[in-house]
């Protein structure tokens, strides 16, 4: 593991277990055993480590999405059963409390907000290149964000039958 990845993966473990407002380019160089210069060599300032581990969730977000999409069947809204998919995965980014936390950061601090832009413009281009109903799939999967952001706040049933439920009548919208 890279010296930047254990850094991204000690600022994650601050965050989960102190909360964002006790992450500082400090403490996140002694949670990773390295100097404080170090830490600056691949991060110029806490927005910096933020926009690292806002990008790492991407990343991992993307990552599931993209095994989603492999197993999904070919054909009309393929992207967008892989959203509903990711949406309700009990593993998902969304079940990270850092992710939250990170929200909450960059509510705070707009500029960190350009790779959430880029993901989204990103999904909207997937959605278009395989939905018949471009509309439709854009609204299901604008439901899906909320599925998301419920389940960051703790607030998504936590009945796994309800939520299997949940899922499959999302899915049956996109035939």
Known sequence: MSTREKIIDSAMSIVRDQGVGKLTLDEAA?????????????????DD???????????????LQQDYYQREPAGPYRWARTLVRTSFDPNGPASDPV??????????????????????????????????????????????????????????????????????HALGLLH
């Open 30 to 46: 002694k949670v990773a055993g390295v100097s404080k210069g170090g830490v600056l060599y691949h991060f110029k300032s806490k």
């Open 49 to 63: 480590l933020i926009r690292g581990m806002v990008q790492r969730l991407i990343d991992q977000c993307d990552q």
């Open 99 to 168: 992710g939250g936390a990170l929200l909450a950061a960059v509510t705070i601090n707009p500029d960190l907000m350009a790779p959430i832009h880029a993901m989204y413009e990103r999904g909207m281009e997937r959605l278009k290149s395989d939905s018949p109903d471009f509309e439709r799939a854009v609204l299901i999967c604008t439901a899906m964000d909320g599925v998301y952001f419920q389940r960051l706040m703790g607030l998504a049933p936590r009945d796994s039958e309800v939520s299997e439920r949940l899922m499959h």
